[in-house]
């Protein structure tokens, strides 16, 4: 099959359709989510973003939001060549791609798997990578046993899991936080919207996925942002080491900062990515 596209949907070389919001012109910023959320996850900066003269251009991966409801197909390497088919499709050139959580990890796949041809710089916000899970390479990681435990949560209830999830995601169980309900059940709302299975199968995905090779090929200008109040995705195990192999990356640590911080302190990371956009 060849791509084939619609205003608002990609449908790759497989037959998946992958749904994309595009605002906005100027230099294209494309945007990549974390588990289980979905494009939508990413409203601050895309709105703060196309009001700055930007092109912004966010997608729901497979399985979630309003992408195909797939079986097959969870895996990295997919997400990974959708992107690709996607920024193909569009025609996009000189682009700023943007990754959250899981998303920092289907960038940096997408480098490493298709080049820098039509990538300017990148950035990683609380990313996977290089890699979530112990393992010999990564002695202080997350036990295995935390991912089963997620799993199990994800078959037994999810919709109960999503809610209780997204307290740590924001931080909302530190002393002094201001809980918001909102945000809870927009974290919920989304969660929901990603199909059973592909919430399942990417577990696998975002915490046993090795992007070490990967990080090593962004030879591009790359900001890792990350809190170090992250209860979600240790700062220690992913950014400081991702840091450190990227050939042209910076890190900037956010202070108290939860996983959640595209949300939570949106203000300063819109103003941040606004620099390293016109830098």
Same mark, same amino acid.
Request: with cysteine; aromatic share 8%; hydrophobic share 35%.
């Given at each position: 099959? #060849?791509?084939?596209? #619609?205003?608002?949907?990609?449908?790759?070389?497989?037959?998946?359709?992958?749904?994309?919001?595009?605002?906005?012109?100027?230099?294209?910023?494309?945007?990549?989510? +974390?588990?289980?959320?979905?494009?939508?996850?990413?409203?601050?900066?895309?709105?703060?973003?196309?009001?700055? +003269?930007?092109?912004?251009?966010?997608?729901?991966?497979?399985?979630?939001? %309003?992408?195909?409801?797939?079986?097959?197909? @969870?895996?990295?390497?997919?997400? !990974?060549?959708?992107?690709?088919?996607?920024?193909?499709?569009?025609?996009?050139?000189?682009?700023?791609?943007?990754?959250?959580?899981?998303?920092?990890?289907?960038?940096?796949?997408?480098?490493?798997?298709?080049?820098?041809?039509?990538?300017?710089?990148?950035?990683?916000?609380? $990313?996977?990578?290089?890699?979530?899970?112990?393992?010999? !390479? @990564?002695? %202080?990681?997350?036990?295995?046993?935390?991912?089963?435990?997620?799993?199990?949560?994800?078959?037994?209830?999810?919709?109960?899991?999503?809610?209780?999830?997204?307290?740590?995601?924001?931080?909302?169980?530190?002393?002094?936080? %201001?809980?918001?309900?909102? =945000?809870?059940? /927009?974290?919920? =709302?989304?969660?929901?919207?990603? /199909?059973?299975?592909? $919430?399942?199968?990417?577990? %696998?995905?975002?915490?046993? #996925?090795? *992007?070490?090779?990967?990080?090593?090929?962004? $030879?591009?200008?790359? =900001?890792?942002?990350?809190?170090?109040?992250?209860?979600?995705?240790?700062?220690?195990?992913?950014?400081?080491?991702?840091?450190?192999? *990227?050939?042209?990356?910076?890190?900037?640590?956010?202070?108290? !900062?939860?996983?959640?911080?595209?949300?939570?302190?949106?203000?300063?990371? /819109?103003?941040?990515?606004?620099?390293? =956009?016109?830098?």
């Amino acid at each position: 099959m #060849t791509i084939t596209r #619609t205003s608002n949907s990609v449908t790759t070389r497989d037959g998946t359709t992958i749904h994309f919001t595009d605002w906005g012109t100027g230099p294209a910023v494309v945007f990549s989510h +974390g588990w289980p959320l979905h494009g939508d996850a990413w409203e601050d900066q895309m709105m703060f973003l196309a009001q700055h +003269g930007y092109r912004v251009i966010a997608h729901d991966r497979r399985g979630h939001g %309003k992408s195909s409801n797939t079986w097959h197909g @969870n895996h990295m390497n997919d997400y !990974a060549d959708d992107l690709a088919q996607l920024v193909e499709a569009l025609d996009l050139t000189d682009v700023t791609h943007v990754g959250h959580s899981t998303g920092g990890g289907e960038v940096a796949r997408y480098i490493g798997r298709h080049g820098t041809g039509r990538v300017k710089r990148a950035v990683l916000i609380g $990313a996977v990578t290089p890699q979530m899970v112990v393992s010999e !390479a @990564n002695p %202080k990681g997350v036990p295995m046993e935390v991912f089963d435990g997620i799993r199990a949560s994800v078959k037994a209830d999810r919709s109960a899991y999503f809610k209780e999830l997204a307290v740590p995601f924001y931080g909302f169980n530190r002393d002094g936080a %201001k809980t918001s309900q909102g =945000l809870i059940d /927009n974290f919920w =709302l989304q969660g929901m919207q990603c /199909n059973i299975h592909a $919430a399942y199968e990417c577990i %696998k995905q975002f915490s046993e #996925t090795d *992007l070490t090779e990967d990080l090593k090929k962004m $030879a591009i200008p790359t =900001l890792v942002i990350h809190g170090d109040d992250d209860q979600i995705v240790p700062i220690d195990t992913t950014a400081r080491r991702a840091a450190e192999l *990227l050939p042209q990356g910076r890190l900037l640590v956010y202070e108290g !900062a939860p996983h959640g911080l595209p949300t939570t302190h949106k203000d300063r990371l /819109n103003a941040d990515l606004l620099a390293f =956009l016109r830098s």
